[in-house]
């Protein structure tokens, strides 16, 4: 080792920031960690070396002895011995990274199952209609959760009777195997098949919960829809969900939002369209219309001369903006109808219009467009 290249053992330059100096030790620790090779020779020694070189580089005082001389005789630096990973500078983390090779993790980076922990979240679907997502609603559910039991307040013990240590873990939730390889010692941490993890066994379990700790509760709540939500909004309602563990926060609802059609209208954002059909005399000489909207029928005078497909603004009559007195507009859109079928009084009356129009008559079985007005027999 004494003429290797300490960063070029682990794939830097020369003068690389103490960040990459870790970075890239842990993906090569992983790689040719002994527990993912064993029976490796190769590797094994690949991982000796690798340590060493972050033992030296990782080192202030020594990485820069090391910039300084090129040489690796430092006291301590060159035995890889009984290296205690757990205590490895800035490799907190270190636990996580080799928990899939020890089936397990490091000393002090496992979590304890007898600690607080947070309530499961649930989730419901409410159905609403399109006015009632358009001003809100209020609507009754029923949910089922896991709540605390009532009678032994969520210990899983009868009233008056204490949980036990566990007396094959002493309490810690945890199982502690040391191994010793020749590349030094290792600690794998699982947790206790006996207490389950939790440090604790209940002798006499409460007869309502059957040592659970939770019971199945069916529970009303009131559910205040906001005006102006749309379909697949998910609405949350914090700490309404289920209860949590060992003095652990609940969980939360969240409620998915259905909105069903509208026969006439149709929602594009904060703005509602519709469609309105009038004939061609009426948008050519204008009319007065009856307009449907979310807050009743408005009248609407259309314009001599409109054409078809022209779009009519109802400002402020589309959708609420949620939690704002802002709201969206509603667009008509013009279908002028052409009639297909005409008796003979209404033929001759187009035909003067043409005629004072300055057009030309053309003979009612020729193709064009009078032809089809007037029907080719």
Known sequence: MAKKDYYELLGLEKGASDED????????????????????????????????????????????????????????????????????????????????????GFSGNRKRKNGPEKGSD?????????????????????IKRNESCETCGGTGAKTGKAKKTCDKCGGTGQMRVQRNTPLGSFVSVSPCDKCGGTGNIITDPCNSCNGTGKQKKERKITVKIPAGVDDGNVMPLRGQGEHGVNGGPPGDLYINIRVSPHSTFIRRGFDIYMDTHISMIKAALGTEIKVPTVD???????????????????????????????????????????PKHMNEKQREALKMFMEASGEKVEDEKKSGFMGKIFGNK
């Open 296 to 338: 009743g029928d408005v009248v609407y005078t259309i314009p001599a001369g409109t054409q078809p497909g022209t779009m009519f603004r109802l400002k402020g009559k589309g959708v609420p903006k949620i939690n704002s007195h802002v709201r969206g507009d509603q667009y008509i859109n013009v279908i002028v109808d052409v």
């Open 21 to 104: 100096i870790k970075k890239a030790f842990r993906k090569l620790a992983i790689k040719y960690h002994p527990d993912k090779n064993q029976g490796n020779k190769e590797a094994e020694e690949r991982f000796k070396e690798i340590n060493e070189a972050y033992q030296v580089l990782s080192d202030p005082e020594k990485k820069a002895q090391y910039d300084r001389f090129g040489t690796t005789d430092f006291s301590g630096a060159g035995g890889f011995g009984d290296y205690d990973f757990s205590g490895m500078g800035g490799f907190e983390d270190l636990g996580d990274i080799f928990s899939s090779f020890f089936g397990g």
């Open 122 to 142: 649930l989730e419901y679907r409410i159905n609403l209609t399109f006015e009632e997502a358009v001003f809100g609603v209020e609507k009754e559910i029923k």
